[in-house]
Every structure is written in C-alpha cells, then in structure tokens.
C-alpha cells in the first residue's frame, strides 16, 4: 500500500538525482500507477537550456514506456513547494484529468493538493485521447 506521505517520500528521494547545475532548481517526482507500481523522475538540464526536462514529464514517460498508462496520483516536492509547469500539466492531464497530484516541499510538507483538471482548465484534447483506463 502507498499512501501520500510515502510517495512524497520517493519523490524527495528522486530529487537527489536532480541534474540542475544550471537553475540549482531540484526537482522530484513520483508517480503511483493504478496497479500500484511507483515510477519517478527528476529534472534533467542542459546547456542548451531549451533541451531541460521537468522531473514530472520523467516520470510520467517513464510510466508510460513501462507500459502502465493508467496513473492514479503524483507527487511533485520542491525546495519552495512550486507548483507544475504548463507543460507538465498537459501532460499529466492526458493520461488522467482526474490525476491526484500532490505538491510538497523537502520538509515533507503539502502545499496543494488537485487534480490535473484543476490545474489545467479549458485543456486541449483531442477525442479518443487516452483517459479512464
Ligand atoms: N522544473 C520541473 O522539473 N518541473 C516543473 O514543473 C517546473 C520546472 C525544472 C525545470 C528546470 O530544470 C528547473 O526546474 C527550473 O526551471
């Protein structure tokens, strides 16, 4: 069983994998699937700063990629408890709008708790895209 403070946990965990030497912005994720599985990320920069990927689209691909598209909640902790990017929200909300995500900070501590939805209002998709599974 995983509950919120244990995935908050791993999350904390996979931030220390953070490769962020050029915002020293460290970010982690860790996103539990509905068969239980956990999956992380963590941001990965560049020197081309463009080329910089969010720790939640890490792990969200790396969810998918492991062949479970059907995410149940994530959670994101920071230094700060900032919230998610545009471009993570889109892409969390793909696979489930009703997406729990959890933001937190190092301490452990919840600053927001919503849903994919909520964080992404007016959203675009395409029909048939993949929800509900
Ligand atoms: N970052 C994330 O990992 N997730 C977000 O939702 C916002 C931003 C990362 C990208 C970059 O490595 C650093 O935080 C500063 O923007």
Redesign the pocket.
Same mark, same amino acid.
């Given at each position: 069983m995983h509950d919120k403070s244990q995935l908050i946990q791993e999350a904390i965990k996979a931030s220390k994998l953070?490769y962020?030497p /050029?915002?020293k /912005?460290?970010?982690g994720?860790a996103l539990l699937t509905k068969s239980g599985k956990i999956f992380t990320g &963590?941001?990965?920069?560049n020197a081309s700063y463009g080329l910089?990927?969010?720790?939640?689209?890490i792990a969200v691909f790396n969810a998918v990629s492991n062949g479970e598209r059907g995410l149940s909640s994530i959670a994101?902790v920071?230094a700060d408890g900032?919230?998610? &990017?545009g471009? &993570?929200r889109q892409v969390m909300y793909e696979f489930n709008p009703q997406l729990s995500i959890i933001i937190a900070n190092f301490k452990g501590e919840i600053v927001l708790e919503t849903t994919a939805l909520d964080l992404l209002p007016h959203p675009f998709g395409l029909d048939g895209h993949l929800t509900n599974f």
């Open positions: 953070a962020a /050029y915002s /912005y460290f970010v994720a &963590c941001n990965v920069e910089c990927i969010c720790a939640e689209r994101v920071t900032g919230s998610s &990017c471009a &993570c």
